[in-house]
């Protein structure tokens, strides 16, 4: 009648439900049994296949209930409570000593010791036990010795409280078991963590040393324009080969060249308090745009002749960070006079409703198709400049992207290329 297992919870294991199917299959064999043997009901035919009727409709309901995913609410106890009852007054009815019932009680006992742990199964399968020996005392046969009765009654109270501390036993060895592979994945998943921990740490280090890496070589590139052109402009003054008018202009530009190269060594501070990115920090100023271009184009060499430059709507101003805007747009209007020959430099730019659009323009042999992306990679470098360091046009978009604005390089009509960038600035 009774097997080990929850049967009352929830559950979809297999073994509990083969549990269920098992406790069906000893009522169907008892009654089997009766039918064959109908003599095994010691003339108590009525009574006995009441009892096996009610058994029956009892496992059915667990079967179906178990099944369903419904359990019912009793709980596992009380349910190993019912089935000890119905066996134990079954075994009294059926011939006590004799009684074919009698091989379910090591189920009830086994049962007894799973759901209420060691102390209390044996102390229930001693109770089974005792209530057999009552069972084969009232219900044995009269011919039946009153010493047999005790004997077989002690008997089978010794097995059953045996076999509830064989189970007890068989329980903790797989609880150590469990608690050993336990402590094996605790600690497993404890080493699985502590690598990824080491190889984020890894890959943390590496990240840096490539940002400081990155730094350097961005540093070396933004220095080289602006050194190259103090060291002509001071030569050229030195030598006194400008005119009077040309002398002013070098004046001016080696002033803005060293505005410029000032903003660089104070973006390059942060280099040792934040993350180690080359861009810089953000400072804010007021900007006009028609002389924003202007120093744009001088840094970037582009000759008085070869530049055109259109500023809508005249006067404009905006606030930004000039290093950065002027990091970017000198960036692009080189590689424009550097591919465009003798052809002019032309760089526009618009300010509406809080959005800057800024285009340079060439006359350059463009890009071929589909490397509109690629040149904007670290390292790579098309054209004239293949085989060089390839850092321009990465710093670009990097500067572009810390400035949340949007960077393209489309094919120009009549043959060039245009750089356009759209950034939100607010208003001076």
């Known amino acids: 009648m009774e097997v080990y297992g929850p049967w009352t919870r929830r559950s979809d294991s297999a073994e509990e439900r083969a549990a269920v199917v098992i406790r069906a299959a000893v009522v169907a064999a008892v009654g089997l049994a009766l039918v064959i043997g ?95 020996t009552v069972a084969c005392v009232v219900g044995s046969d009269p011919d039946v010795p009153l010493s047999e009765r005790l004997l077989t009654g002690a008997w089978w109270s010794g097995f059953l409280v045996a076999a509830a501390v064989l189970v007890g036993v068989l329980v903790r060895m797989l609880e150590r078991q469990l608690a050993v592979a336990a402590e094996s994945r605790a600690r497993e998943l404890a080493e699985h963590e502590k690598l990824l921990s080491e190889r984020g740490l890894r890959a943390r280090l590496v990240a840096a040393q490539q940002a400081r890496l990155d730094g ?24 006194g080969r400008l005119a009077p008018q040309a002398a002013d202009t070098a004046i001016r530009l080696l002033a803005e060249h060293a505005v410029h190269l000032r903003d660089m060594l104070e973006g390059l501070a942060d280099l040792a308090v934040r993350d180690g990115s080359p861009l810089g920090r953000v400072t804010d100023r007021r900007v006009v745009l028609g002389e924003l271009a202007e120093a744009v184009l001088d840094a970037a060499a582009v000759a008085p002749d070869r530049r055109r430059i259109t500023v809508e709507p005249p006067g404009a101003a905006v606030r930004c960070d000039p290093q950065r805007l002027r990091r970017v747009l000198t960036n692009l209007a080189e590689n424009a006079a550097r591919h465009s020959g003798d052809s002019p430099v032309e760089l526009a730019l618009s300010y509406s409703d809080g959005v800057l659009a800024a285009e340079v323009r060439d006359r350059g042999p463009g890009l071929p198709p589909g490397q509109e992306g690629l040149v904007t990679t670290k390292g790579v470098a098309l054209g004239e400049r293949r085989g060089t360091a390839g850092l321009g046009l990465w710093i670009v978009e990097a500067l572009v992207g810390a400035m949340n604005g949007e960077l393209t390089l489309e094919p120009r009509e009549g043959g060039g290329l245009v750089a356009r960038l759209i950034l939100s600035l607010d208003p001076a």
Do not use: K, N, Q
């Not at 009892?51 to 029956?56: E, L, Q, R, S």
């Not at 209930?65 to 009294?92: F, H, K, N, S």
């Not at 590139?221 to 030195?238: I, K, N, Q, W, Y």
């Open 38 to 132: 109908p003599e095994l009901a010691r003339g108590r035919m009525l009574v006995v296949w009441v009892i096996v009727a009610a058994t029956a409709v009892y496992a059915a309901a667990l079967l179906v209930t178990e099944w369903a995913e419904r359990p019912l609410p009793a709980r596992p106890a009380v349910i190993t409570v019912i089935d000890g009852v119905l066996v134990l007054v079954a075994c009294g009815l059926t011939g006590g000593a004799d009684s074919i019932f009698v091989a379910v009680l090591p189920l009830i006992a086994i049962a007894m010791s799973l759901r209420s742990g060691p102390v209390l199964g044996r102390l229930g399968a001693l109770g089974v036990g005792f209530g057999f």
């Open 216 to 239: 350097v070589r961005v540093v070396l590139h933004e220095f080289r324009t602006p050194v190259a052109s103090l060291t002509a402009l001071t030569g050229d003054l030195a030598a």
